[in-house]
């Protein structure tokens, strides 16, 4: 595949962590993480929970902008941790959907309660809609609910829809749409399903799952993920496929590779990863810990531990 989209470099890039499954008030500061935390009984503290957001700003010149990559799973975590950080809900101008699972979506009507009468841009592969399921060995079933189209409507937020690579940022940050789907090793998720005109069907790709690219002058792609459903390596190729840029410089978010059906893919993950040789690695959310202490081992020198609180800069030289 040859480069298909114009990615122009942008002068800075920050990423924020609003929502992640994990606070750690002890971790220190050190580049490109800046721990944002306050370890204070007489305020409000951060909070965790199993799911993911992120801001994200990008600059280029004296152009700025500000989105949300994702929101969490609870309607109010979100907003908190924004309070806490004060990151203001007038600053952010847009937000992408990862996918449609609850635990990157849950956020949004807090978040449009927020802005109140100002409009909110939503970002989202049409798939994103389906009611979705997975279905546990001994037989039980966890419901995933999609993002309700009538309810984001009526609390003001206008969805724009999209299975093709687009902009959030014009020429500046990238959703990549679908992922096409090439690892042998990264097959999917096998018990997981949708509703489709009222019948259940297979659904192990989850064709829906997008990530946002970033290119940062003088470094190279950082390459955001919600789930990483599509599987962290077929995003990165494509990533560097679509782009024409070939140098990945960071990875930040969750690599789905928690649980006895992804854990046997870790060992070809790592070491794809550590041929691409990025300098700046973040497992979270459902990357797991076995996945994330093989991605420390094999690369201690990228390796950075997420907090919800933690800013990420990475700056031209």
């Not at 309660?113 to 994103?128: E, N, S």
């Not at 789905?256 to 497992?283: D, K, N, S, W």
């Not at 420390?296 to 919800?308: H, I, M, R």
């Amino acid at each position: 595949m040859g480069a298909s989209i114009t990615l122009s470099p942008v002068d800075r890039l920050d990423v924020t962590i609003l929502v992640d499954n994990t606070v750690n008030m002890l971790l220190g500061s050190a580049p490109p993480a800046v721990r944002r935390h306050r370890l204070d009984v007489e305020r409000p503290g951060l909070l965790a929970e199993h799911g993911m957001a992120m801001l994200v700003s990008v600059t280029k010149g004296d152009r700025s902008s500000t989105f949300l990559f994702d929101t969490g799973l609870s309607r109010d975590t979100l907003t908190h941790n924004m309070d806490v950080l004060e990151v203001r809900a007038q600053d952010i101008q847009a937000v992408v959907l990862s996918h449609g699972h609850a635990d990157h979506c849950g956020g949004l009507a807090g978040m449009a309660r927020r802005r109140g009468a100002r409009r909110l841009p939503v970002l989202l592969h049409p798939d994103a809609y389906l009611m979705r399921k997975v279905v546990l060995p001994d037989g039980s079933e966890v419901r995933l609910p999609p993002p309700d189209l009538r309810s984001l409507a009526a609390e003001g937020i206008d969805v724009i829809e999209g299975r093709q690579p687009s902009y959030v940022v014009e020429g500046l940050a990238l959703v990549t749409g679908g992922v096409p789907r090439t690892v042998d090793v990264e097959t999917g998720f096998p018990i997981h399903y949708a509703q489709v005109q009222g019948a259940w069907q297979p659904d192990p790709w989850i064709h829906d799952d997008q990530a946002v690219v970033v290119n940062v002058r003088d470094k190279g792609l950082v390459v955001l993920t919600g789930c990483g459903h599509a599987g962290i390596i077929n995003i990165l190729k494509y990533a560097r496929a679509a782009t024409g840029v070939e140098s990945v410089h960071g990875v930040i978010g969750g690599m789905h590779l928690e649980g006895g059906i992804f854990e046997p893919r870790i060992q070809r993950t790592v070491e794809a990863l550590v041929e691409m040789r990025p300098q700046v690695v973040v497992p979270g959310h459902c990357t797991g810990w076995r996945a994330t202490h093989a991605l420390a081992d094999a690369l201690p020198d990228a390796f950075v531990p997420n907090s919800v609180g933690t800013r990420y800069t990475f700056a031209a030289d």
